[in-house]
């Protein structure tokens, strides 16, 4: 309710004093021209002011009614000013922009173990995009007004500003998030890094990195987790080249993979355990087995393979291979 009060100090405030300033000097002039008490001349002022069209208190004399005219003068100088600055009011779109402030901060008082996301870029998207599907609350600071729609329509909190500012940054309630994710350029990503490190310690931060020379940067300035791009893609690429079944790349300097691996009538798989095939096979972690659309732990499957089994298993790009030919026939 401040805030609309603000609004209207910021809109009305010259034009209301000039209109008091206006009641003021008319009352005293029908003091001084009409010789009227104080309370007449009050009353005649407002009368005359609002055009009401009552009869004179007293009959006034001639410069009783020029006095009268020029009162009428500024009054409807002073209905246009006032009646000009709230139609730009109501025009500039403030009181709804008030209106989507105090919902925004409402929405974000209600925060807790979100995720911060800096930058609606593709990444910045891509990065939203997953956390509401795994049900997150996710915040997003977006320098480009124009976006700020499209965050709404994506189910994020946007907040319009430059995350190199603490203001802006803290406007996030980062201190109750789960993770900051930066998504922005290396350059901006390393301000934005040692802003939060800095007022943040307990953070956690993961950084995307375009270029391979900003990683050391990065991780000297606190960021936790860093995410090479164009790296990432091209492995995942290959791998997936490689391999029909895979399902996703660890960029952990290794080639572990996770791949699917389904069990198909007559393979060699079928009717065998999980303990034998990763026993005969060290270096691949069997992880669930999905069978009649539930997905279980591994251990939880006691009994042999079945057709149409689905396991999910974790391992090097050659242990995968090697895996794999226990499901071709």
Not at 93 to 108: T, Y
Not at 242 to 249: A, D, E, T
Not at 288 to 294: E, F, L
Request: net charge neutral.
């Amino acid at each position: 309710m401040r805030l609309y009060f603000s609004l209207l100090k910021d809109y009305l405030g010259k034009a209301l004093l000039f209109a008091v300033i206006v009641l003021a000097v008319s009352t005293f002039g029908y003091v001084v021209w009409a010789h009227y008490s104080w309370f007449d001349a009050l009353y005649m002022t407002v009368i005359t002011l609002g055009t009401i069209g009552y009869g004179e208190v007293q009959p006034l004399e001639q410069a009783g009614r020029i006095w009268s005219m020029v009162v009428i003068v500024a009054g409807y100088g002073v209905l246009v000013n006032i009646t000009a600055r709230f139609t730009s009011l109501l025009l500039s779109g403030a009181f709804a922009e008030n209106r989507n402030n105090s919902r925004r901060k409402k929405l974000i008082a209600n925060c807790n173990n979100h995720i911060v996301v800096i930058g609606y870029g593709r990444v910045g998207r891509s990065t939203v995009e997953s956390t509401i599907s795994a049900q997150k609350s996710c915040v997003v600071i977006e320098a480009s007004e124009n976006l700020r729609r499209e965050i709404e329509e994506a189910g994020a909190i946007p907040i319009i500003g430059d995350a190199r500012d603490l203001e802006v940054l803290s406007q996030a309630a980062i201190d109750r998030a789960q993770c900051l994710v930066t998504a922005m350029s290396d350059a901006d990503n390393l301000v934005v890094v040692a802003t939060a490190r800095l007022t943040y310690p307990n953070i956690r931060i993961v950084s995307r990195v375009s270029e391979m020379e900003w990683v050391d940067r990065l991780r000297r300035t606190g960021a936790d987790e860093l995410i090479p791009i164009y790296r990432s893609a091209g492995r995942h690429l290959a791998n997936a080249a490689f391999h029909s079944g895979i399902n996703g790349v660890f960029d952990d300097g290794s080639d572990a993979l996770t791949e699917q691996f389904l069990v198909r009538s007559h393979a060699p798989v079928c009717g065998r355990t999980i303990h034998d095939l990763m026993r005969e096979n060290p270096s691949v972690i069997v992880l669930g087995v999905r069978r009649d659309s539930k997905l279980s732990r591994w251990h939880e499957i006691d009994t042999p393979l079945q057709e149409d089994d689905v396991l999910l298993a974790i391992g090097s790009g050659s242990a995968m291979e090697k895996f794999n030919e226990a499901f071709n026939s």
